[in-house]
């Protein structure tokens, strides 16, 4: 009688016959047009398909247009309520959804949570729009006020999934120590929980931040005239006609997104 022995071998999809090949291609055809966008923004003609000579002459002409500028400060402040609002609601929504038992319905509620990851953006810009249509008709408002609120909303869950992998990845003996010692609970999360949990949500927050600043489909849909962010007012140039400008405009908010995006790695693998 022959025995055979169980062999068991960790998946890896990096080892699987053709991974490289495939992931080199996926990548040449990702990455190709974000580095010709980028190269035709130092271009010195008008052209965007013809090469005239290295310049910096689009950048100091974005730099120079005040529609630019009112845009990208408008941009910039509707992310930076945005991402304060959703990352205080995530932290908070994190803290109440791993600091307590186990109970009946929780995956519904991490469902509601994070339903704007699963809901097509579209939708839930349509949606925005017609409750914030209604609003608009009884108070009159039309303020920048509905643009913070559909992006808090549409960021929250951005915010919230590194907020509670950090609390899941949290030991719980210094909470328990604190409360051991007679700490009050808004004492032991002062205290403890805040410091320790201090990376993962400024790492929310930035990822949250990236989010807002680069939405389109929402911010398109709910503004109201005149309150054009830089990614709908780059969409409305390019509505028009096509400069090297705009590829000037997009390298610098792709310069910013991966700068972000990259303290949000490192801030990520410091609170591993």
Request: proline share 4%; with cysteine; net charge positive.
């Amino acid at each position: 009688m022959f025995r055979f022995k169980n062999r068991t071998r960790n998946f890896d999809i990096r080892h699987q016959h053709g991974f490289t090949p495939i992931a080199i291609i996926c990548f040449v055809f990702l990455y190709t047009p974000i580095f010709t966008m980028m190269a035709y923004a130092f271009n010195q003609g008008d052209s965007i398909a013809l090469w005239e000579g290295f310049s910096l002459r689009w950048f100091v002409s974005a730099w120079e247009n005040e529609q630019v500028k009112e845009s990208a400060l408008r941009s910039l402040v509707v992310a930076g309520f945005a991402s304060s609002i959703s990352t205080i609601a995530a932290t908070m929504a994190a803290l109440s959804t791993t600091r307590t038992k186990k109970f009946r319905g929780q995956n519904i509620v991490y469902a509601i949570i994070n339903q704007p990851l699963m809901v097509p953006e579209i939708v839930t810009g349509v949606a925005l729009l017609i409750f914030f249509a209604l609003i608009k008709s009884i108070t009159g408002y039309t303020g920048l006020g509905y643009l913070v609120i559909a992006h808090t909303a549409f960021c929250i869950p951005f915010a919230y999934l590194p907020i509670r992998a950090r609390l899941e990845g949290m030991n719980l003996i210094l909470e328990t120590a604190a409360a051991d010692l007679y700490a009050t609970p808004w004492k032991t999360f002062r205290r403890v929980t805040f410091p320790l949990l201090f990376p993962g949500i400024i790492a929310g927050a930035m990822l949250a931040f990236v989010i807002s600043l680069d939405d389109v489909v929402i911010t398109e849909l709910v503004k109201s005239a005149g309150q054009d962010t830089l990614p709908t007012y780059m969409l409305g140039q390019l509505r028009r006609a096509i400069t090297p400008e705009i590829n000037a405009i997009s390298t610098a908010l792709l310069g910013i997104t991966v700068l972000i995006l990259t303290l949000f790695y490192l801030l990520s693998r410091k609170s591993e």
